[in-house]
């Protein structure tokens, strides 16, 4: 298969040559999976606050919060990240690295003093996954189970400042960073998966 940098420009092409995408599935894999920490970063409260103090309000926090966490990502070796709303999509070599920089991002939110409102701090819940996904060329970010897993534990599970790790990330932690961690269970479509939970 030729390298195309957009997989769904490959996979398009595919299906208007009459070719079942499935059918390339190996070729597929090849080019575009890469083993992958994935890190879903989501912001609390993101639906109250802006009912209350207006969009532009919390589109300020998330300025501020992006502002916050970028140069972190970056020293902490982020191979690449994209912003969706309130959201951050970063992809690390290892879960240890991307452990370390979403524990150091909870921690500078704090030392910075970010306020939601009043005197609520503005607060993100991190999902980790690691494991072999498919990465598109474009901004469109990866596509593999660990990568929904991640989703669901940042995006659906996680609460502020909580850190939630897919058993495959925390398997690749050292023994001393497992420490730290609490076992739990969740759903994704009726079926229960175990994380580990720690909070920064």
């Not at 409102?117 to 996954?129: H, L, R, S, T, Y």
């Not at 398997?171 to 969740?186: C, D, N, P, R």
């Amino acid at each position: 298969m030729n390298h195309k940098k957009d997989l769904f420009t490959a996979i398009r092409q595919l299906t208007i040559s009459g070719i079942n995408p499935k059918m390339r599935e190996n070729e597929l894999w090849e080019e575009y999976g890469v083993m992958q920490a994935l890190v879903v970063l989501d912001s609390s409260g993101f639906t109250r606050v802006t009912r209350e103090k207006g969009i532009l309000h919390f589109l300020t926090c998330i300025v501020q919060m992006r502002d916050i966490i970028r140069p972190i990502f970056h020293e902490h070796s982020c191979n690449t990240y994209r912003y969706e709303a309130d959201n951050i999509y970063a992809e690390f070599d290892s879960p240890r690295q991307a452990l370390e920089a979403s524990l150091e991002a909870n921690r500078a939110l704090r030392e910075n003093g970010l306020m939601l409102m009043g005197d609520e701090p503005f607060q993100v819940c991190i999902g980790i996954g690691y494991g072999l996904v498919l990465r598109s060329g474009t901004s469109d970010g990866c596509f593999g189970d660990e990568m929904n897993l991640a989703s669901k534990l940042g995006e659906d599970t996680a609460e502020g400042r909580e850190i939630l790790l897919t058993e495959a990330a925390y398997a690749k932690l050292t023994e001393e960073q497992q420490k730290i961690f609490e076992k739990k269970e969740a759903q994704v479509s009726g079926v229960d998966f175990p994380y580990y939970l720690t909070k920064g």
